[in-house]
């Protein structure tokens, strides 16, 4: 994992590396890792488009989400990315809420992408960290392998973003430098409920790939 939640310059919101899941990763149980996630979240509003019962995801006012390339004109792609835009999501309202429980993260993310991703929400859970502001996830490339496997590359700018503490909700005043902006590469496969989940992500923090 990133030195993420740190007070260093860069806003390091997110989390990286499929490395996870050797026995350095903390023994707490991942919460929602199995099926007892969809029964403790309630369904959201999408649930009757697609006939899956989804967690319901909810960000607070002051954390936006901007998602360019919605539509690709090819259905299987345009699922891998919906997915993609609530399971990036679930961290982020984890972070908001301080719930890891309810977040949702264990019915989008699984294998080596769930005990990393778990292991940075929880600390900054624990941190009582969260952020404010617009994070923008742009240069999103999908490639198809066959009906359960794809993998998807995309870019995040954060300089539109801050830190923010959970309870005081005052912002640290991160400045925007080339560490802003990170290139993403994940692993996804489709589960038997239809669900296009990620199981392997890395990151590139201040890749040329995304500068402006």
């Known amino acids: 994992m990133t030195a993420a939640l740190t007070a260093s ?14 026995d350095s990763s903390s023994s707490d149980k ?24 989804r967690p319901e995801i909810k960000l607070p006012s002051d954390m936006k989400l901007v998602f360019e390339g919605r539509q690709t004109g090819d259905a299987v792609k345009d699922a891998v990315l919906a997915d993609n835009e609530r399971t990036v999501s679930t961290v982020w309202q984890a972070m908001a809420y301080g719930d890891l429980k309810k977040s949702g993260m264990g019915f989008y993310y699984t294998d080596n992408a769930l005990v ?23 240069d999103r490339q999908v490639t198809v392998f066959d009906k359960k496997s794809a993998a998807l590359t ?8 801050d ?15 080339p560490n802003s902006y990170v290139f993403y590469n994940l692993g996804l496969k489709k589960n038997k409920e239809g669900v ?7 990151e590139d923090r201040g890749s040329q790939k995304c500068q402006p």
């Not at 099926?35 to 009757?48: E, F, Q, Y």
């Not at 995309?154 to 973003?161: L, T």
């Open 196 to 202: 296009w989940q990620t199981w392997d992500l890395t």
């Open 30 to 53: 991942i919460a929602g890792a199995d099926s007892g996630d969809k029964a403790s979240a309630s369904p959201s509003a999408s649930a009757s488009a697609d006939g899956i019962d």
């Open 116 to 138: 990393g991703i778990y292991q940075y929400a929880k600390g900054a859970v624990d941190k009582k960290t969260s952020w404010a502001g617009t994070l923008r996830y742009f």
């Open 9 to 22: 310059a860069a806003l390091l919101l997110t989390a990286c590396g499929s490395g996870g899941g050797d």
């Open 154 to 161: 995309y870019c995040v700018d954060e300089s539109k973003a």
């Open 163 to 177: 830190l923010k503490d959970r309870e005081t909700n005052k912002l640290q005043g991160t400045k925007t430098t």
